[in-house]
């Protein structure tokens, strides 16, 4: 290759520029060659040609100008893109215009109408229609209302309602189903409340389910009752004070199943309520109340506090729970009173048994320690104080009243305890406390005759004169007041039965080994003063003896639970003054005995000690009676013979 070959045009034409002796020639020829995309085979499978070789290429002058070309690509991918752009439009405008089996939620509408606000207590009425706005039928359509707690039946005001579901069927496109809906709502005056409203559908050969919701929202412009607390604003730490409780309707439609229930304030106690509360002290069932109806409760209790304190009652009115008597379910309205407390210069305290606030809850004939206790508050010595003490009710036993320092006035049923007898009264110092006390009983009761929720009520006074701090006369008096309640005497019994009751006993006896012999138990639960509540009675089968399921009457609330050999039955609430032969509540069960060989020559259990266990309604208290356990020797069985209980082989 000659010299000047190797050296690019630029440069050979420089040099021939600024030469002088050098002179153009003729430039070199090179043979022209195919671009090297022309070296492609036309079809798969073909041979492509053989390349040029690098050093062919190499000398070659178009080499060095050679560029990679993507144009060919570019145009591919840009054509490719645009097929499946035309592709997704194609199909997005044949589903938006002209799918017919095309669904969406979002074309299904829920249109609600109804008022805004509504009286409480009073039917409310839901017109609800559903829309289908798909250019498809949707099939299977159900309408579901979900109401808030406290909803009720409009016709059965008792009966709660949380769901209600309305099938509709199948809503062609562009067509409308109507359904209604009604309910009765309770609740605080101004209380807001949603009720949901969920449709369900299918579609066409699909078993998808699919749901649209909406929430309607109303709130409730009054009460169906208004309830008062009156009582006073001031009172003595001590005094006794009414409180009257008032429940009026405001309806024009029946209440149905009301509850009234009182929270006391700390150092609240109650001497007595007309009428008596149903539940513990505190609960009691109104039941229906009528448009313009009213009932009132009168409580007479009394307040401890320091001076300057202040104590809250609140009273609640609902609706009852069906699951628990005693519970409010739905709280419709709900009052207070405030007590603002004044300390008493002369301060008299009344502790009985040692308990000092609330009532106490006794067995009846028990001896009762009560004990007054006075503070002189003031500043200034109180003198010739007199302290008096009266008891009433119908379980204060005359006869067991023993007085310490002071004399009892049976004509007026009154201890009294004065200066000139008890020497601490004549004057009492600043700061100064001190006490007196006496006992008394509670008459015992009888089953058949004892006195509806028994109660002693201890009322105290305290009288003495001071000279104030700005030198005048001044006359005290002061009080307290607490109640004895009386608890049930409530009783179990068990026997063992083989000839008698309401089921045949079979099998040998004496019983003996490896053999089966059945047995009749009966329980019996009588009651004196006060009903019952939440009353259960209690067993245990030994590991010897099984249950035949053979239970009488028919229905009783009585089960075996055959891992731990307990026969529980649940008599229900136990009235009082029931005795046998009177409203007694009695179960009778059958039960098998199987002995081993472990056994030949005793008389083995066939149950084991029986309780009894339940809520004295009037005081609250828990009560409790038992039984001895139960063995073969059924000697309350008329036929009864000795040595029939023995085990022989």
């Not at 006195?451 to 000279?467: D, I, K, M, Q, Y």
């Amino acid at each position: 290759m000659f010299e000047s070959d190797k050296k690019s045009s630029l440069e050979r034409l420089k040099k021939g520029l600024y030469s002088r002796n050098d002179s153009f020639g003729e430039s070199p020829r090179h043979d022209l060659n195919r671009p090297a995309h022309d070296q492609v085979p036309d079809s798969w499978g073909a041979k492509a040609p053989s390349p040029v070789s690098a050093s062919a290429e190499a000398d070659s002058p178009s080499a060095a100008h050679k560029e990679p070309s993507f144009r060919g690509l570019y145009k591919a991918l840009f054509a490719s893109a645009a097929f499946f752009l035309v592709i997704a439009l194609a199909v997005g405008a044949y589903t938006l215009f002209g799918g017919k089996n095309f669904v969406s939620v979002d074309n299904m509408d829920i249109l609600v109408d109804g008022p805004v606000s509504i009286r409480g207590g009073e039917p409310l009425t839901l017109n609800v229609s559903v829309t289908n706005k798909n250019t498809a039928e949707v099939e299977l359509v159900d309408l579901i209302a979900s109401y808030p707690e406290g909803t009720k039946d409009v016709n059965d005001p008792t009966k709660d309602i949380s769901k209600v579901r309305l099938s509709i069927g199948s809503i062609a496109s562009q067509a409308v189903a109507q359904r209604t809906f009604d309910s009765l709502m309770f609740g605080e005056e101004g209380a807001d409340r949603e009720v949901k409203f969920t449709v369900e559908y299918r579609t066409a050969n699909s078993n998808a389910i699919f749901y649209k919701e909406k929430v309607y929202r109303l709130k409730l412009a009054s009460s169906p009752v208004v309830v008062s607390v009156d009582a006073l604003d001031r009172v003595l730490s001590g005094q006794a004070t009414p409180v009257t409780v008032t429940v009026m309707s405001n309806t024009t439609s029946v209440v149905r199943d009301l509850l009234v229930a009182l929270e006391y304030p700390s150092g609240y106690s109650i001497a007595s309520a007309n009428p008596s509360a149903t539940f513990s002290n505190n609960v009691w069932r109104l039941g229906d109340l009528a448009p313009g109806a009213k009932k009132t409760i009168v409580i007479n209790g009394s307040v401890q506090g320091q001076d300057g304190e202040s104590r809250t009652l609140h009273a609640r009115v609902g609706m009852q729970s069906k699951t628990d008597e005693r519970e409010i379910a739905t709280n419709i309205i709900s009052g207070d009173h405030t007590f603002s407390i004044e300390r008493p210069s002369l301060g008299i305290d009344l502790a009985l048994n040692g308990q000092t606030t609330g009532d106490l809850a006794t067995d009846a004939g028990k001896v009762i320690r009560a004990e007054i206790i006075w503070t002189n508050n003031s500043a200034t010595r109180i003198t010739d104080a007199r302290i008096e003490a009266k008891l009433s009710g119908n379980a204060f036993d005359r006869s067991s009243i023993s007085v310490q320092g002071g004399y009892y006035d049976s004509r007026i049923d009154t201890i009294i305890w004065e200066a000139g007898r008890v020497s601490d009264l004549k004057a009492i110092a600043p700061g100064e406390t001190n006490r007196v006390g006496f006992t008394f009983a509670s008459l015992r009761a009888t089953p058949g005759k004892a006195a509806v929720n028994p109660l002693v009520s201890l009322v105290v006074t305290a009288r003495g004169s001071r000279v104030d701090e700005n030198g005048s006369p001044e006359e005290l008096s002061t009080g307290v007041s607490r109640s004895v309640k009386v608890s049930s005497a409530v009783s179990l019994s068990a026997r063992a039965l083989r000839s008698q009751g309401p089921f045949v006993n079979t099998g040998p006896i004496p019983p003996r080994v490896d053999q089966e012999t059945s047995y009749t138990i009966v329980w019996t639960v009588t009651n004196t003063s006060n009903s019952i509540n939440e009353a259960r009675v209690t067993t245990t089968l030994p590991p010897h003896v099984g249950w035949s399921g053979a239970i009488s009457p028919e229905g009783a609330d009585i089960s075996y639970d055959q891992s731990t050999g307990m026969v529980t039955w649940y008599p229900g609430t136990i009235q009082q003054n029931t005795d046998v032969g009177s409203g007694a509540r009695q179960v009778s069960f059958q039960v098998i005995l199987r002995p081993n060989l472990t056994q030949v020559g005793s008389t083995p259990t066939i149950a084991g000690q029986s309780l009894l266990s339940g809520i004295d309604s009037f005081t609250g208290a828990s009560i409790q009676s038992s039984a001895l356990g139960l063995s073969t020797q059924t000697t309350t069985d008329l036929l009864w013979q000795n040595g029939q209980g023995t085990v022989s082989e």
